[in-house]
DNA sequence: TTTTAGCACTCGGGAACATAGAGTGCTAAA
DNA sequence: TTTAGCACTCTATGTTCCCGAGTGCTAAAA
C-alpha cells in the first residue's frame, strides 16, 4: 500500500489538505504557490498536482476548479502525513477535565455526558459506548416491588453498572417475596455469561424460588434478558444538531440521518479494530456510502478488561491535528473516570 | 376569535388545506372546481378566494400561484373544521396493540418504544416523556455495592420507575454498610417531596449512617439528587431522521435540529395544557420560530395522578385526520400499559 | 534535467433576455 | 349571485453570452 511519492508530492498534498480543509474550496495552483511563500512557482505546482491527480490522490470538481483531495488522497494523508503524536495545550487539557468534574459518576450518564461535552467542543457528532467487556456476567441481583404486581430487578454488571428491567407477575406480591427472588437469582445466576445458562439451569432457578416457581418465570426471564444484555454497551449519540454544519450535501445528510438511525451499525462502526485512533472514510463504508463525511473512533479502557469506545462523526475535511488530540484526551479522561482512577467527586447541587 | 365565515369558505378553506396537503403545491381555483365536481365554476371560488385571503385565512406565495392556507388558516381549521371525533380503524388498532404487546413493561422503555414505533408508522418525529405527578416521591431506596468504593443508590419511584445514581465514597465498603444505607436513606427520604427536605433533615440522616456520617455524604448527595430528579419526567425523541422528509425548507431544517437539542424546550412544548390534543403551529412558538412545521401533543394518564405526554413533531400540512387518531390512540395504550391495567406480558426472548 | 513564463483552452456561474403557462382580478353579461 | 371572458402578473425554464479561474502544454531559461 505503500505509495512511492517524493518528498515535495507529500508536502503539496500536505497544503492541499491543511487548505482545504480551511474553507472548503478547491485549491489551485495559485494559491499553493502563495502558501509556499512563493518559492517555488505555480506551474511547477501544477505539474505536481497533475502527477498527484494522475496517481488518484486528487480530483477535479470540473476542469477549470482546482484541486481536492480525493478519498484515496486522505487515506494517504492520514496513514502518512499525519503526525501521530500530536498533543494538546494545557489549557485545553484542563478544559476537558473541568468538564469531566462536572459529570455525575454512573457509566451510562458519564458516557452520555462525555459524549454531549465532545460535541459541543468539537461542534461535530459523538457517539459513545458504555464499557463492556468479553465475558461480561452479573456480579449481584435485587429485586424490588414496584407495584402490586410488578418487580423490578437490577442487576449490577461486572463493569459496576446498574441496570433494570421490571416483571409483571400475576399476582399480588407479599413481603419477603423480593428478597426470596433475589437470593434466588444470586445463587444461580451471578457470575456466569450469558451462553453458560442453558435452559434447565433457568427451570432449576424457577424450582428455588417455590411455591410452583412456573409463576415467578416473568423474573426469570428479566434477569436472564439482563445478562443477555449485560454485554452489549448502550450507545450514546450527542450533537445530532450540528450534522447541518458539516454535512457536504443534501443527499449525504439524508444517508447521515439514517446512518444514525441505525443504532447498530453506529456501534459496529465506532467500534475501534485496534488500539490506536482510527479514521474511517464516508466511502469506504460499504452501508451507508457517506462521501465527504468521516468518523474517528478511539477505544477507551475502564480497567479490569473494560472497554468502550468513543467517536466523532465529521466531515472528512476537519482539522485532524486539532481534533484528534482531543478525541484521545477524551478516551484517557473516560477511562479514568469509569475505573474510578480519578479524583472525580460527586456533582454539587444546589 | 370567532370569525363570521358562511358555510361555503368553510368548504373552501377545508378543500384547500385537503388538497395542499395532499402534495403541498399551492392550490388553484381551477384544481379547487375539479375538487367540488364542477359543481360551482372556478370564477365563483376566485371570489371565495379573495375573501379568505382577505380575511388572512389564505396566503399567496407569490401572484399567480395557487393559495395556501396561512398559519391563522390552519388554526381556524383546527379549532373549527377538524372533526374532533375521529376514530382509528379497527385494522389499524389492532396493529397498535400489537406493537404494545412486544414492548418491554419497565415504563422508561416504554416510553421510548412507543417513541418509536409511532415514529416509525407515522414517518415523523416522535417526543414521550416519562408519567411523573406534582408531588412526586421516592416509595423505596436501596444501595448496592458496586465497586471497592463505589455504591449505586437505587430508587423506585411513586411511578414504579426505577432510577440510579452511583456515589463515590473515600474509603473502601465493608460487607453489611449498604444494608445500613439504605435503612438510613429510607427511614428519612421516602414518601417526601424534594421541597420538604431540609438541610438539617438530610444532616440527621447523616449522622444516622453513624461513623461520622460525614463521610457517607455523596451518597446522601445521590439520594438527594434521586428525589429531586423523580419529579422530572426523561424525554425520548425518536425518529429524528425523518425530519428531512418533511422539513420544508433549510432554514427551518437549522431550527428545528436545534430544537430537538434543546431537551428542555422539547419537553416544554410537548406538555399539554389541556385534556384534550393539542395542536401548536411553528409560526406560534416564541422562541423557535419553524414556520411549516406543526406539534402534536396528547396527555396520557397512568393512574394514581401520574401523566406524562406524547407528542407528534410534523409538517403543518400533514393528514390530521389520520394522525391524531394514531396519537390519541397510543396515548391510551401508553396510559393502560403504565398503570397496568392491560394483559401486558413480558416480551418472550430467546 | 528541472523549473518557469506564456498562452490557448475549458468549464462553471452569473447576468440578461425571451417565453410559456399557471393563476389571478376585474368587468360585464346571464 | 354566478359565471364567462380577458388582460395582466409573476414564476419557472431555457438560451445565450461573457467573465474569470484554473488548467495543460510548449518552449525557453536555469
Known amino acids: 500500500m505503500q505509495m512511492p511519492i517524493d518528498d515535495?508530492?507529500?508536502?503539496?498534498?500536505?497544503?492541499?489538505?491543511s487548505l482545504y480543509s480551511d474553507d472548503g474550496e478547491p485549491v489551485g495552483s495559485?494559491?499553493?504557490?502563495?502558501?509556499?511563500?512563493?518559492?517555488?512557482?505555480?506551474?511547477?505546482?501544477?505539474?505536481?498536482?497533475?502527477a498527484l491527480t494522475k496517481l488518484g490522490l486528487l480530483e477535479q470538481p470540473h476542469t477549470s476548479a482546482g484541486r481536492v483531495p480525493s478519498a484515496k488522497g486522505y487515506r494517504y494523508y492520514i496513514d502518512n502525513l499525519l503526525d501521530t503524536s500530536l498533543k494538546l495545550s494545557e489549557?485545553?487539557?484542563?478544559?476537558?477535565?473541568?468538564?469531566?468534574?462536572?459529570?455525575?459518576?454512573?457509566?451510562?450518564?458519564?458516557?452520555?455526558?462525555?459524549?454531549?461535552?465532545?460535541?459541543?467542543?468539537?461542534?461535530?457528532?459523538?457517539?459513545?459506548?458504555?464499557?463492556?467487556?468479553?465475558?461480561?456476567?452479573?456480579?449481584?441481583f435485587e429485586v424490588m416491588q414496584v407495584g402490586r404486581y410488578t418487580a423490578a430487578v437490577l442487576a449490577v454488571t461486572g463493569a459496576g453498572g446498574v441496570r433494570t428491567r421490571t416483571a409483571k407477575l400475576d399476582f399480588e406480591l407479599r413481603p419477603g417475596d423480593a428478597e426470596r427472588l433475589a437470593q434466588t437469582l444470586n445463587e444461580h445466576l451471578t457470575f456466569r455469561s450469558a451462553a453458560d445458562v442453558s435452559q434447565p439451569l433457568l427451570h432449576a432457578a424457577a424450582e428455588g424460588m417455590g411455591?410452583?416457581?412456573?409463576?415467578?418465570?416473568?423474573?426469570?426471564?428479566?434477569?436472564y434478558t439482563l445478562l443477555k444484555e449485560a454485554g452489549r454497551p448502550n450507545v450514546y449519540l450527542e450533537g445530532?444538531?450540528?450534522?447541518?454544519?458539516?454535512?457536504?450535501?443534501?443527499?449525504?445528510?439524508?444517508?447521515?440521518?439514517e446512518f444514525f438511525g441505525d443504532?447498530?451499525?453506529?456501534?459496529r462502526f465506532i467500534s475501534p479494530k485496534s488500539e490506536r485512533t482510527t479514521v474511517l472514510l464516508g466511502d469506504e463504508m460499504p452501508e451507508y456510502r457517506m462521501p465527504g463525511v468521516c468518523i474517528l473512533s478511539k477505544r477507551y479502557v475502564a480497567g479490569g478488561g473494560l472497554t468502550g469506545a468513543i467517536g466523532i462523526v465529521g466531515p472528512t475535511r476537519m482539522r485532524y491535528r486539532e481534533v484528534i488530540p482531543r478525541l484521545e484526551y477524551f478516551a484517557l479522561l473516560l477511562g479514568q473516570c469509569m475505573s474510578g482512577k480519578t479524583?472525580?467527586?460527586?456533582?454539587?447541587?444546589?
Open 30 to 50: 495559485g494559491l499553493l504557490a502563495e502558501h509556499f511563500g512563493r518559492a517555488v512557482s505555480s506551474a511547477t505546482l501544477r505539474n505536481e498536482m497533475a
Open 343 to 350: 479524583e472525580h467527586g460527586q456533582r454539587q447541587e444546589e
Open 263 to 267: 443504532e447498530e451499525a453506529v456501534k
Open 240 to 257: 445530532q444538531q450540528n450534522v447541518l454544519g458539516y454535512s457536504p450535501q443534501e443527499e449525504c445528510l439524508r444517508t447521515l440521518m
Open 211 to 223: 411455591a410452583g416457581g412456573a409463576v415467578f418465570y416473568p423474573v426469570i426471564s428479566a434477569a
Open 8 to 17: 515535495r508530492k507529500q508536502r503539496v498534498l500536505r497544503a492541499i489538505v
Open 91 to 140: 489549557s485545553e487539557k484542563r478544559a476537558a477535565e473541568q468538564a469531566f468534574r462536572e459529570m455525575d459518576y454512573d457509566p451510562e450518564r458519564l458516557a452520555q455526558s462525555a459524549a454531549r461535552a465532545l460535541a459541543d467542543w468539537t461542534g461535530y457528532t459523538v457517539v459513545a459506548t458504555t464499557p463492556k467487556s468479553e465475558d461480561m456476567c452479573i456480579a449481584h
